[in-house]
């Protein structure tokens, strides 16, 4: 070999290295002033990984990226919840009263926003990675009941303000909205199913086949019903899948709880999803009682879906502070196994 041959060589190796320490993002330290890497001394940061919080250990997949990325899905749905109680408020100032629900908005001038809302919630949910298979699964039926909740609205009662024609078809709308989300739905599945065949070979825990088995039986009889039962399903659609979402998301805030237990940083987080999850079932409750044999009290049923959809907001708020340094309870456990699932 040529002594210029050489020379490039050993320039392109050193090269390298220097890249493969500027591009080892994963193990970035953030910490301010860092001492300064020999290689490339006062120009980049030593490229260590960042401290643990205390008593804990951390594997270096679980990256400033991936951490953030997990705290702004939960922040995301708070901000979308914010945005739907501001617009909610924002038609009142235009309106001569209050609609006897939130769902009842979906006719007036919050109609994107309404929609808007529950389509990022339900995406949200859906993209989030659960703490156990079981939440990752109950977490994947909510997220999908709530594209439901948004696609087919509540019947229409006597606006207090501007909103969507009274000859605004809403029939024609459900047909397509949902034969697309049913569609999309299986095209998903089937994705997920090929992806974790080569990724994920681990069978689901017990509690995860037994959701499983619940959400596609929830998903079946609504398909039957969208398919057979078209009329029933624009009537009571919007009601059935909204309480069966919330229902879902209290079975994670359950399960929330269940897994705090046994975390290092959990135990003083599991009263207050115990409290949350316990609101939201008694909301839950009233709101469904109120409709079925109480109809003269509906108008305060806006004022108890506003206490139930802040509780939902509140739980994604605990969470994201409970596992602000970390990217699931897992790590905050990583030599027990959780109750609910792997």
């Not at 708070?78 to 924002?90: E, K, P, Q, R, Y």
């Not at 994201?320 to 990217?327: A, I, N, Q, R, S």
């Amino acid at each position: 070999m040529t002594t210029e041959s050489s020379v490039s060589a050993y320039l392109a190796r050193d090269s390298v290295n220097d890249m493969v320490r500027i591009c080892d993002l994963s193990r970035v330290n953030t910490a301010p002033r860092q001492p300064r890497c020999g290689t490339l001394s006062g120009y980049l940061p030593c490229l260590s990984p960042a401290p643990p919080p205390e008593g804990l250990t951390m594997d270096s997949d679980h990256s400033i990226a991936v951490r953030n990325t997990y705290r702004y899905l939960r922040l995301a749905m708070i901000a979308v919840v914010l945005m739907l109680f501001l617009a909610v408020g924002i038609e009142r100032l235009s309106s001569t009263g209050w609609q006897t629900s939130i769902s009842a908005y979906y006719f007036t001038a919050v109609h994107a926003v309404f929609i808007a809302a529950l389509c990022t919630i339900g995406a949200c949910l859906i993209v989030y990675q659960g703490n156990t298979d079981t939440e990752e699964v109950v977490l994947n039926f909510s997220g999908f009941l709530a594209f439901v909740v948004a696609f087919v609205p509540t019947q229409r009662e006597p606006l207090y303000g501007p909103g969507l024609p009274a000859t605004y078809e809403v029939g024609m709308g459900i047909r397509n909205n949902v034969l697309a989300l049913i569609i999309t739905g299986v095209v998903v599945e089937i994705a997920r199913i090929i992806i974790n065949r080569n990724v994920d070979r681990r069978p689901l825990s017990p509690w995860a086949k037994r959701a499983t088995l619940i959400g596609w039986a929830v998903i079946g009889v609504g398909i039957l019903g969208y398919a057979a039962f078209p009329a029933n399903f624009e009537a009571k659609g919007h009601t059935v899948a909204a309480v069966t979402m919330f229902v879902g998301i209290i079975a994670v805030i359950v399960l929330n709880a269940l897994s705090a237990q046994s975390a290092q940083t959990g135990p003083s987080y599991v009263g207050s999803y115990k409290v949350i999850a316990g609101l939201m079932a008694l909301l839950v409750l009233a709101i469904v009682l109120i409709r079925l044999t109480l109809p003269e009290f509906a108008h305060i049923v806006i004022w108890i879906e506003g206490v139930l959809i802040l509780a939902f907001a509140a739980f994604w708020l605990v969470q994201t502070k409970e596992l602000w340094d970390v990217v699931d309870r897992r790590d905050l456990a990583p030599n027990t196994t959780d109750p609910t699932g792997r």
